[in-house]
Nanobody, 118 residues
Framework: QVQLVESGGGLVQAGGSLRLSCADS????????MGWYHQAPGKQRELVAT???????TYADSVKGRFTISRGDAQNTVYLQMNSLQSEDTGVYYC????????????WGQGTQVTVSS
């Protein structure tokens, strides 16, 4: 069972920044795609950003220009730099990865809470 471990969530004021991190704690797999999902309170989980092993990125319209996804030198890590945070960004952020193709893959993190106060 692959274990993705997230960190970096917390409480921040509107307009502030946070950086989320995610790593596969048990292996050195190179994932074809890694990404982040956001689940706001009472809503479904939604895709926020993805990054391929080649560095190609995609973003949800709601975060374009504010969030940046990147991968570490070790291909089993992924980061999400979140700037200009808004109250709508509040929720749990989940890391997801797929060794063989696009997201969603079968590997999920436990989630990290982000709360943006207005």
């Amino acid at each position: 069972q692959v274990q993705l471990v997230e960190s970096g969530g917390g409480l921040v004021q509107a307009g502030g920044s946070l950086r989320l991190s995610c790593a596969d704690s048990e292996s050195m797999f190179t994932y074809v795609y890694m990404g982040w999902y956001h689940q706001a309170p009472g809503k479904q989980r939604e895709l926020v950003a993805t990054i391929s092993s080649g560095g190609t990125t995609t973003y949800a319209d709601s975060v374009k220009g504010r969030f940046t996804i990147s991968r570490g030198d070790a291909q089993n890590t992924v980061y999400l730099q979140m700037n200009s945070l808004q109250s709508e960004d509040t929720g749990v952020y989940y890391c997801n990865a797929n060794r063989f193709g696009t997201l969603p893959g079968s590997s999920w993190g436990q989630g990290t809470q982000v709360t943006v106060s207005s």
